[in-house]
């Protein structure tokens, strides 16, 4: 067998007059033969061409060809500039183009021919996105890819740097998400057997090797086992509801006082969430009145109403109560529980650290605990810090440099802003995709869907990564309390915002008496985890904002609000 020599992951192909040109992340271009004429001759050239991407680990496949089209290739290539299947976003089978797809020995994978299509053929795969049909759209959440789109050049510079830091890309970011924890932790590998004397496939040890049902408390509204439950039975009694905390209230006349509000966003919060988190691999137990054990990953069903959380002084050592502003760090409404309720592992574990004294009823533990996320966490974050670089932030900077550089991080070079964005979401959205939820038509309301089949489809694994991100948050809001005084007037997800006598966010980070960072509490950086300025607004708007229902933490940024939270 030949051996690949891998030129480049992907090439962007513009029609030239009566020809193909092809874009290489390198910024060189190459002339495609006068005979590409369809999607398979494409196809061919590409795999002739060497295009493709080497695995990402050990037992990881090599990645096909990736090939991009612009409009002008597209049409090229004997395509619609514009799908009719509004409803399917596919090229319809009896379309010449798919028709010629199949001719030439060829097949689709069964979602079709749209924005991102996948072909195979003996062995091999090839990737198409169709640039016009949408693949670099909003709902994809590719970021600011979609106005580099207009230059193949850049285009395809921006998605070689994506393909070389995080993974060759394969649809929407959150799909890349679940591919790249594929590829670093391969589900199985080949192995020879002794006893047959021939080759078979064996599950890759730390890794996901089959998909298992969620346990009950774990399953969402449309998933199978949730047909025994009647719609009134949604409550935390029998459903787990751990999500992103999203509360604000009213300042107190001290606070109110105040002239501005400043909001700290906490850097990609999931994925920092996410290092060197305990999950389990396998299948959920039910036990029932089990003792808890911080390092057993699980779903626990436990009584927190009425639990009087604490801290310890630094200084007196003492337990000193929380104050009544601070929010509950059970519930995504920051409300205090108001009787039994599900809960991941990590939940209960900063439960204890707050001096309650947790019993659970019965729980569904896993005893096969893993770091699952380890590599996937450090390929992203590595990833993050080399774009953020390449934008000219960096974790040697001082925090009034690092202020200044994020407040113009968008007007710098548009193709590493788009990257970054990208990054953000492949993070986000991947963690989010492990409890994909039905997509298309299905036989009944609990029917299966195609997600459950994939063995990333676990539920319980995005609770955990959601709650340690939550609780990961109130720590800091802990340690601010505790250091400054200062307890936060709104929360959204990874935002917090406080009340502020200086508009800047220097003024509310908590800090030793030398003036350095305290340890635990909120940080300026461009690290995961660290936080950077969301925005400052006046006093006066955060009244007019919460008092009119808005969460100000939302709008503390300015500009729309979906705009702004996009790919935090």
């Known amino acids: 067998m030949t051996e690949v020599s891998y030129t480049a992951p992907l090439a962007v192909l513009e029609a030239v007059g009566n020809e193909l040109r092809a874009h290489l992340p390198n910024g060189q271009t190459a002339d495609v033969p006068a005979d590409v ?50 409803r399917n976003l596919r090229v319809t089978d009896d379309h010449p183009a798919v028709k010629a797809v199949d001719a030439a020995g060829w097949t689709l994978s069964r979602a079709g021919l749209g924005a991102w299509s996948f072909l195979f053929k003996d062995r091999a795969e090839v990737r198409v996105a169709v640039i016009p049909w949408g693949a670099f759209s909003d709902h994809l959440r590719w970021g600011g890819l979609a106005e580099v789109a207009t230059n193949p050049g850049a285009l ?39 006893g047959t004397g021939k080759m078979r496939r064996v599950p890759v040890e730390g890794s996901l090797s089959r998909p298992v049902d969620p346990a009950p408390p774990e399953a969402p509204d449309e998933h199978p086992l949730a047909a025994e439950r009647t719609r009134d039975q949604r409550t935390p009694e029998h459903v787990i509801f751990e999500e992103a905390l999203t509360w604000y209230r009213k300042p107190t006349e001290t606070e109110a006082a ?74 995504p409404n920051g409300q205090a529980p108001t009787g039994p309720a599900w809960y991941t ?36 974050r590595d990833a993050y810090m080399a774009t953020l670089a390449d934008l000219g932030v960096t974790e040697d900077m001082d925090e009034e440099s690092f202020l200044r550089a994020m407040a113009t991080l ?9 990257v970054l964005a990208a990054i953000k979401q492949t993070a986000k959205g991947g963690v989010g995709k492990m409890r994909e939820k039905p997509q298309g038509k299905r036989s009944g309301r609990h029917a299966p869907w195609a997600a459950l089949k994939r063995p990333t489809w676990r539920p319980d694994m995005r609770a955990a990564v959601i709650a340690a991100a939550r609780v990961g948050g109130h720590r800091k809001m802990v340690k601010t309390w505790v250091t400054t005084g200062a307890v936060p007037l709104a929360v959204l997800s990874d935002c917090v915002v406080y009340a502020s006598a200086h508009p800047t966010a220097r003024a509310v980070v908590p800090r030793k008496p030398d003036g350095s960072p305290m340890p635990g509490g909120f940080r300026l950086g461009p690290n995961p985890g660290y936080c950077k300025e969301e925005g400052v607004q006046t006093m006066a708007w955060y009244l007019e904002t919460g008092g009119a229902g808005d969460n100000p933490a939302r709008f503390i940024k300015g500009g729309d609000a979906d705009a702004v939270r996009e790919g935090e």
Do not use: H
């Open 37 to 86: 004429t369809d999607l398979a001759t494409a196809a061919e050239w590409a795999l002739a061409y060497g295009l493709g991407a080497p695995g990402l680990s050990k037992y990881a496949e090599p990645s096909g060809p990736l090939l991009v089209l612009d409009e002008s290739a597209a049409e090229a290539l004997g395509l619609p500039l514009q799908l009719n299947d509004r």
């Open 156 to 194: 395809a510079y921006a998605l070689g740097v994506y393909a070389e830091r995080v993974i060759s890309p394969t649809g929407s970011t959150a799909g890349c998400g679940i591919a790249l924890m594929t590829a670093l932790r391969p589900p199985t590998r080949v192995q020879f057997d002794r």
């Open 258 to 331: 105040l002239p501005y509000v400043v909001g700290l966003d906490i850097n990609t919060a999931f994925l920092a969430a996410s290092s060197r988190l305990l999950v389990g691999l396998g299948e959920a137990v039910y036990t029932d009145g089990p003792r808890f054990d911080k390092k057993v990953p699980g779903t626990w069903l436990v009584d927190l109403s009425g639990a009087v959380l604490r801290t310890k002084n630094p200084v007196t050592k003492e337990w000193v109560e929380l104050p009544a502003g601070m929010p509950s760090p059970f519930t």
């Open 345 to 380: 592992t990590q939940t209960l574990a900063y439960a204890v650290e707050l001096g309650v004294e947790v019993r659970p009823l019965a729980a569904w533990l896993r005893q096969e605990p893993g770091g699952y996320f380890d590599l996937w966490y450090g390929r992203l």
């Open 410 to 418: 968008k007007e710098r070079d548009p193709e590493a802003v788009a």
